[in-house]
T-cell receptor
């Protein structure tokens, strides 16, 4: 256990569905991240939140909508996804001091299948 | 644009062997480099973090080196064990240190008993 939990662990959804992924960190960190891990591609950063403010959007399509209500929780709202969005979605958290990001701690991921 | 490459993509060795995993990056202007381990169906676990001013870091049987000028890092695993079987990922952070990690595709290691 890394102190970062993600729910659900597995999700199957149709292209017209709306669903949300949840991430919670119990480490007292102030930065949270969403990553996408597709087969045959390197793990890609999607979003970064520092102190609940989004500081990085890595050109992610608008069908992915992040929400960070507080430093401990991070959501990824999904709507009208495409089959190529099927992947493992990983959440991570870290401590930010000044502009320095410490080691990131990862959750177990949500395995998403879009039909 | 920073690109990270890991060679080999897969490696199978008998138990007890010493082995080296390689990571290269195209832009030497990095803040730090990290090695992670990922077990099947699970998240990542940080193994070693090397700051740009450092040459190596050690943790138990693991030793990671960094040659920033040549854009290379190696992860050395001594006396490999079946429990070391996993995918090993290398990632770099740019000088701005915005928290953005750029990952390689990983090396999948199998250690046979």
């Amino acid at each position: 256990e890394t102190g970062v939990t993600q729910t659900p662990r597995h999700l199957v959804m149709g292209m017209t569905n709306k669903k949300s992924l949840k991430c919670e960190q119990h480490l007292g960190h102030n930065a949270m991240y969403w990553y996408k891990q597709s087969a045959k591609k390197p793990l890609e950063l999607m979003f970064v939140y520092n102190f609940k403010e989004q500081t990085e959007n890595n050109s992610v399509p608008s069908r992915f909508s992040p929400e960070c209500p507080n430093s401990s929780h991070l959501f990824l709202h999904l709507h009208t996804l495409q089959p190529e969005d099927s992947a493992l979605y990983l959440c991570a958290s870290s401590q930010v001091g000044g502009r320095a990001h410490e080691t990131q701690y990862f959750g177990p991921g949500t395995r998403l299948l879009v039909l | 644009k920073q690109e990270v490459t890991q060679i080999p993509a897969a490696l199978s060795v008998p138990e007890g062997e010493n082995l080296v995993l390689n990571c290269s990056f195209t832009d030497s202007a990095i803040y730090n480099l990290q090695w992670f381990r990922q077990d099947p169906g699970k998240g990542l676990t940080s193994l070693l973090l090397i700051q740009s001013s450092q040459r190596e870091q050690t943790s138990g049987r693991l030793n990671a080196s960094l040659d920033k000028s040549s854009g290379r890092s190696t992860l050395y695993i001594a006396a490999s064990q079946p429990g070391d079987s996993a995918t090993y990922l290398c990632a770099v952070t740019g000088l701005g240190n915005t928290g953005k990690l750029i990952f390689g595709q990983g090396t999948t290691l199998q250690v046979k008993p």
